[in-house]
């Protein structure tokens, strides 16, 4: 199952990265169609143009005259107060730390979606159960569901409506069976 978790947290932390070739091919699409129908959220199409994600990513998760819609970073959702580097981001730092792992040469705060389902990729990949439990427990489905309720609220595009729903499917299902594991 670890190994299971690495590839699904590492797929979904690509998918929800600004887009380029590497996470825009049919391939690609392929290994997120195969979690879709997994999960029970096939989607009927999920080929998408570069552009036409790069401009939906733009718009929903980077830039807008009034700023992003859905802000891709927990410190926006703990905190409560809608603002960047607070305490979502004191309390990834905390579990990298916890880790043994020091998040350095991001491009972008260590709160930021991406890199927080990779760093559950990484904790699956170790074997830390434990540690993944408390993770996904006390600071992913702290946040998640907030922005992916803002996502969905947005009137977002297709895909990553289904993104946030494939996500949100797996910390559940992570939630409640490393949980079992771990304790």
């Not at 999920?46 to 819609?69: C, H, K, M, V």
């Not at 990779?118 to 993944?132: D, I, K, P, T, W």
Request: charge should be negative; hydrophobic fraction near 40%.
């Amino acid at each position: 199952m670890d190994h299971e978790l690495t590839q699904i947290f590492r797929l979904l932390s690509r998918a929800f990265s600004y887009p380029d070739q590497g996470n825009s091919s049919p391939a690609f699409f392929s290994a997120i169609k195969e979690l879709a129908v997994t999960a029970g959220l096939e989607n009927k199409r999920l080929s998408y143009s570069l552009p036409e994600l790069q401009d939906a990513y733009t718009r929903l998760f980077i830039n807008r005259a009034d700023g992003p819609i859905v802000p891709p970073y927990a410190s926006v959702y703990v905190s409560g107060h809608g603002l960047l580097a607070q305490e979502g981001l004191e309390q990834a730092m905390d579990f990298y730390h916890r880790a043994g792992l020091e998040p350095s040469g991001l491009d972008e705060p260590a709160d930021f979606l991406p890199v927080e389902l990779y760093f559950a990729s990484v904790l699956a990949e170790q074997g830390n159960l434990r540690l993944l439990s408390e993770f996904v427990r006390e600071h992913l489905l702290a946040w998640f569901p907030k922005f992916q309720q803002k996502l969905q609220a947005a009137g977002s595009h297709p895909y990553y409506s289904l993104l946030s729903r494939l996500t949100l499917f797996y910390l559940t299902i992570l939630n409640k069976e490393v949980f079992d594991e771990a304790t």
